[in-house]
Every structure is written in C-alpha cells, then in structure tokens.
C-alpha cells in the first residue's frame, strides 16, 4: 500500500520545502500538496529529489476558493483566471511531474444556474485533460461534502460518474476522500464499490473532525477492505489535520503499509 503525506495539513511545524524530507524521514513513500506554487518549481523539484519521494499530486489554482469564494473552474465570467490557472499548473508540472492534477469543482455562485455551472465545468474539465494527456497526467475530480463547504458543486459518488460521463476523457478520474464521504453521512466503502473502475486518487481523515485515523469513528478497517475488494491499488493520500504534533498522529502509518 502506497501512502503518500499532504504537507499542506501535515508537518506544518516546517516550512513547505524541509517538509518534503521529514516526510521521508517518517516513513510515507510519496507526498502531495494542494498549491505548492509558492514555492519556485526548480527548488521543489530538488527537495523531492533529495528526499528520494515523488509528488503524487498537486491542485490546479483556484482563485478565491480556499478564501471561502467560488473558485474558477465553473464560473463562465472567470474564463480568462481559468487559462492563467491552467498554465501556471502546466508550468509548475512540467518541472515536479506529479503523477496527479487535481481540479477543484467550486462552489456554485448565487444566481447562476446549476446546469450552467456544470456545462462550464464540463468544458474546463475536458480542456485540462486534453492539455495533460501529453504529459502523462491524470486529472482528477473530487467530491467534497457540503456541511463543511456550502455550495460545493460536487457532493456524491453520483456528482462524480454524472461529470466523468460528462467529460469523457480516459486520463480524467475521480478523487474519493473517504472524509468527505463519511461527513456527507454516506458509507465511505460503500462510495468506492459505487466508483469502482473510475477512481485515480484515495485520501483519507478520520470523521468527524477530520484528523488522524483512530481519532474519529471512521471504520478504516472496513475502507481498506473495500479497496481492496474494488482491485484498487493506486496511492492514498493522508489529508487529515493532526490532533497534536505530525510526530505524534502517525501511530496508523506502520501498521497500515505492513497491509
């Protein structure tokens, strides 16, 4: 089992770049980061290569969301951020080389109808795997629960094949983070047979709370079993919010990779 670190949540007592090797250091076979752009690519390059780890996954830009706003990759009126976003991600890749390019779907802005939300979705999702695919990229997609985020776009397994079929391209798959689906009151290993063949990235929290694994009531045994079940055998991506030190939420990390 490949398990990969998030830095953006963990190892936050250092900064982004000596993150990378306490990852290492700690025993996760990969990392990944939501928007390492503020850090020059060359340097991040150099730090995975000093650590010996590989990045598994970066977020494409968007915009306001992370601040609470709407995000790009659905809003019609932000077409000209959206480019700039697409090749800021298509610059920085081609330096790290991520396995992975995760697009945020947003959230919906009032007034705007749903449908028309998703068509631009649709179109902006079809344009960055076509973009991609000549990297040897996968894109992913992601759903994310609505109590913690309101107006997300994408909330259900259902969300997630509706928009796959939508854009129709074989390098874009499903992001499913068994955190978000245990918030939405679905049963996360349920949520995988449901995605089975069309999932490229796992990450996973405890719920609620979203920290370590043993720090909610998350039946991980179970999830696991399901992957397993499903023939899944990518990475899983450890995006929870410790509940103490990085150091001290890693009792699971061991015992996970021994299978």
Same mark, same amino acid.
């Given at each position: 089992?490949?398990?990969c670190a998030n830095l953006s949540l963990l190892f936050t007592e250092l900064p982004l770049l000596e993150r990378v090797g306490a990852a290492a250091a700690a025993g996760f076979d990969g990392v990944e980061i939501q928007f390492p752009y503020e850090v020059p690519a060359g340097e991040m390059r150099d730090a995975l290569h000093a650590a010996g780890l590989p990045l598994v996954l970066i977020?494409? /830009?968007?915009?306001?969301?992370? &601040?609470?706003? %709407?995000? !790009?990759?659905?809003?019609?009126? #932000?077409? *000209? +951020?959206?480019? @700039?976003?697409?090749?800021?991600?298509?610059?920085?890749?081609?330096?790290?080389?991520?396995?992975?390019?995760?697009?945020?779907?947003?959230?919906?802005? /009032?007034?705007?109808?749903?449908? &028309?939300?998703? %068509?631009? !979705?649709?179109?902006?999702?079809? #344009?960055? *795997? +076509?973009?991609? @695919?000549?990297?040897?990229?996968?894109?992913?997609?992601?759903?994310?629960?609505?109590?913690?985020?309101?107006?997300?776009?994408?909330?259900?397994?259902?969300?997630?094949?509706?928009?796959?079929?939508?854009? %129709?391209?074989?390098?874009?798959?499903?992001?499913?983070?068994?955190?978000?689906? @245990?918030?939405?009151?679905?049963?996360?290993?349920?949520?995988?047979?449901?995605?089975?063949?069309?999932?490229?990235?796992?990450?996973?929290?405890?719920?609620?709370?979203?920290?370590?694994?043993?720090?909610?009531?998350?039946?991980?045994?179970?999830?696991?079993?399901?992957?397993?079940?499903?023939?899944?055998?990518?990475?899983?991506?450890?995006?929870?919010?410790?509940?103490?030190?990085?150091?001290?939420?890693?009792?699971?990390?061991?015992?996970?990779?021994?299978?």
């Amino acid at each position: 089992m490949k398990i990969c670190a998030n830095l953006s949540l963990l190892f936050t007592e250092l900064p982004l770049l000596e993150r990378v090797g306490a990852a290492a250091a700690a025993g996760f076979d990969g990392v990944e980061i939501q928007f390492p752009y503020e850090v020059p690519a060359g340097e991040m390059r150099d730090a995975l290569h000093a650590a010996g780890l590989p990045l598994v996954l970066i977020n494409l /830009p968007a915009g306001d969301f992370m &601040q609470g706003g %709407a995000g !790009l990759a659905a809003v019609p009126e #932000r077409e *000209a +951020e959206f480019t @700039a976003a697409l090749e800021q991600a298509l610059e920085y890749a081609r330096v790290v080389k991520p396995l992975f390019l995760n697009v945020l779907a947003g959230r919906l802005v /009032p007034g705007l109808e749903r449908e &028309q939300a998703l %068509a631009t !979705l649709t179109e902006r999702l079809r #344009r960055v *795997a +076509e973009v991609f @695919a000549g990297e040897g990229v996968i894109v992913l997609t992601e759903a994310i629960n609505d109590l913690d985020m309101p107006g997300f776009l994408l909330n259900t397994p259902e969300h997630l094949l509706d928009m796959l079929a939508r854009v %129709a391209r074989p390098n874009l798959a499903a992001q499913l983070d068994l955190y978000h689906m @245990a918030r939405m009151g679905l049963d996360p290993a349920g949520c995988m047979r449901q995605l089975a063949g069309h999932i490229g990235h796992v990450q996973f929290a405890d719920a609620p709370g979203r920290g370590e694994p043993g720090s909610g009531t998350l039946d991980f045994p179970a999830a696991l079993r399901a992957l397993e079940e499903i023939g899944y055998s990518g990475w899983l991506g450890a995006e929870y919010r410790p509940t103490g030190s990085t150091a001290e939420s890693l009792g699971w990390l061991s015992k996970w990779q021994a299978g």
